[in-house]
Structure formats: C-alpha cells, structure tokens
C-alpha cells in the first residue's frame, strides 16, 4: 500500500555551511526532485541532498509516492558562528591536558598486565641545560615507541633523568659562589656537593619542564639524577668490572686540560678557534757527531721542548731516515739525550704536524717516558727553567 505525499518534517543542526534540505525515501527516490535549484546529490540508499537554500522546493510530486521524510538542515551561521583562528597556535590546552594526564597516573606502567615488559632508559640530558634538536628528535622517536606498546596493552615504562654534566655545572656552580664571594678551593669535595645539589634543587628543572611541554610521557615518578647514590654505586660498580677484565687502565696521556676547572676535558667539549702564530724551527743536534749534523723540529710551541722524550721520523724519509737508532740533544736541557725512532704514523711532509693521538700512540708503542713539565696550574716550573 502506497501513501503518496505523505511526509515527515526534522529540522537538525548539523555543522553544515549552509541550510539544506535532506528527504529520505521509503521506496526509491523521484525520477525528478529539486524544482528549484536542480543541485541534487544521490546518497544510498534512499537519500536525496541538496545543496540548495531552504526556499527550494527539495520534491514535487512524483507517481511513485510513497512514504518520505524531510529533514531541514540549519545552516552553520545559525548555530555556529564563524570564530576566527588566532595568527599564532595557542599551547596552552597542550599543558592542561598533559598535567592532566601525569596526574592521572597514565605514564606509569600497568604491572597488573599480561606481556613481556617494554622499557626505555632516556638519555639524561644535562641538567644544566636546555632544549635543542636533538632533544626534540630523541624525544619523538622513544615518545612514540612507547605509547605504540602502551597502547598495544604491554606494560610499558619509559624511565627519565638528567645527567649532572660536571664540567657544565661546575661552572655554574663556581659562578654562584664567587656571587656570595666564595671560591672552590676553599670547600671541601662534600660541601662543594652539596653545593651542587642545592643549585639543582633550585635551577635544574628548566630542562625536564621543557621535556614535558614536548609531551614526553615518562614516568616521573621515577626521575633520577646521576649524582644519586643509586647511580653512582651503579656507575663505581660498572669501572671496576671493567678494570678487573682489563679494559680500562690508567695511564699517562696527553689530555686537553683546563687550569681553571683543574679536570681533563672531553674532545667533544672543546672549541677549537684559529689564532695568528709563530712557526718556530729548533735545531735539535744528534749526540756524538760533527755540529752539521742535526734534525729540524718546526713548532708553534717551543715551550714544550722541555717535555720532549724522543724525535719520530718516517722510515722512508731519506733526510732523516740514516738518524735513527741514534740520539739527539734536547736544547736548552743541559745536555738531556732523547731517542731518534720511526714510525709510519709520522708524515714525510716539509713541516710535519702532529696531534694528541699521535703524540699518545708513539708513547705507548714505543713505550717511552713521560715528562710532567706543566704543573696543573699551566705554568712551567723553575725547575725546567733552569731557574
């Protein structure tokens, strides 16, 4: 039984960006609808929307009839105004909602779920500080390992920390008190620590705050910093295992080393800047033989010559080559002997540098003595002077 015209108007509010009107058919819809407008669309199964205004008719009067609801669409200006977006992105909603996450406890692992436990250590950044690339990147790569296996139901942990960086925070440290008309030398090592810990507690949360504005979704709670006990006990108990195997060992090396924080520093710390020189060249005269006879040494450094235990040639350099195996007089030494030797980590070239790796690996293959001829203030004592 059909019920011809018969219909049933909705009006809704859809965020639609115009009124429209939406007819739903009980049958198949009308060979021809949209009097008006003529802009109809066909939606399975039985839907007819146009994007006409409301004053289009949407139907007329068709044979086949039937049972049709009409739905008015409000246009989006009624029910949603148009609000304008702000030129630059507010974060502001990013920091409530991840507070709101951390105080709900939905970084921290579920160890009442089944599965093999996935872990992430951090990479303690310096605590002394703040973020760069390379945090960013670290952080978005290990953020989304971990929420993967959080989501996939895993007990997940994703552990973060900073690192003391001593050196860094050692200056900042000596900064501080030098404002309060304090120096380092006049502390103890344990009050100089905790020193160092009352400037932590005070200033080393920019770097973790700027963590957590990332999004990072570590387990706070479990926050370590490398001067606590646990990971120094851990850090002690790494160096002697290593020792007891062999390998580590304490040795005499040429280090970069800074006079004012008295320690050795790392070659990834170090600034390297060019500087105008002079190229010194020193006669060094070999031993038992006619004063002709002696081997250049060019140098921006003459004030090493006091430090200097052996004259390294390349085997196949025919200047120098017929020295060795004998020796050679250190200037300024009162006479001090040293070594002539070869080796091919030396250049052939006029003016042969030479760098800390060098300098080591000659000590060590040719096993040969080591002058301390600076003292740890970087100055040289009257000794070697002459004084």
């Known amino acids: 039984m059909a019920f011809p015209h018969t219909s049933m108007s909705l009006r809704l509010a859809l965020p639609l960006p115009f009124p429209t009107s939406l007819v739903w058919w009980r049958n198949s819809p009308p060979s021809s609808v949209c009097n008006t407008c003529l802009k109809v669309f066909a939606l399975p199964p039985r839907f007819l929307y146009c994007i006409g205004r409301e004053s289009c008719q949407l139907w007329r009067h068709s044979a086949l009839g039937g049972l049709r609801m009409r739905f008015t669409v409000a246009g989006a200006q009624e029910r949603f105004p148009l609000v304008e977006f702000p030129k630059n992105f507010d974060f502001s909603a990013e920091e409530r909602i991840y507070n709101w996450w ?230 300024m030494s009162g006479g001090r002997e040293i070594p002539i030797i070869s080796d091919e980590v030396i250049t052939c070239e006029e003016i042969p540098f030479q760098d800390i790796s060098e300098s080591n690996w000659l000590s060590v293959t040719k096993t040969l003595p080591s002058i301390h001829f600076y003292n740890l203030d970087n100055h040289i004592p009257f000794i070697f002077l002459g004084a």
């Open 102 to 331: 951390e105080s709900q406890g939905y970084f921290k692992p579920n160890l009442h779920k089944e599965g093999q436990p996935f872990v992430v250590s951090m990479p303690p950044p310096n605590v002394t500080g703040a973020l760069h690339m390379g945090h960013a990147m670290f952080v978005t790569l290990e953020d989304i390992m971990t929420r993967y296996w959080r989501m996939r139901g895993r007990p997940t942990l994703w552990i973060p920390g900073t690192d003391h960086a001593g050196i860094a925070t050692q200056l900042v440290v000596e900064k501080m008190l030098a404002a309060q008309g304090l120096k380092r030398e006049e502390l103890s090592r344990e009050e100089f620590v905790e020193k160092v810990w009352e400037w932590k507690k005070k200033f080393g949360g920019t770097i973790t705050n700027q963590l957590r504005r990332l999004g990072a979704s570590c387990d706070w709670t479990r926050e370590h910093f490398t001067l606590d006990e646990q990971l120094s006990e851990a850090v002690v108990e790494a160096f002697v295992r290593l020792h007891d195997k062999g390998l580590v060992y304490r040795g005499n090396y040429m280090v970069n080393w800074s006079p004012n924080l008295q320690t050795a520093v790392s070659d990834l710390e170090v600034e390297y800047t060019e500087e105008p020189g002079t190229l010194y060249y020193i006669r060094y005269p070999v031993a038992a033989s006619t004063s002709d006879n002696f081997l250049p040494v060019a140098t921006t450094r003459p004030e090493t010559i006091f430090g200097d235990t052996a004259i390294a040639v390349h085997p196949e350099d025919g200047r120098y080559s017929k020295y060795v195996g004998k020796k050679a007089i250190v200037p």
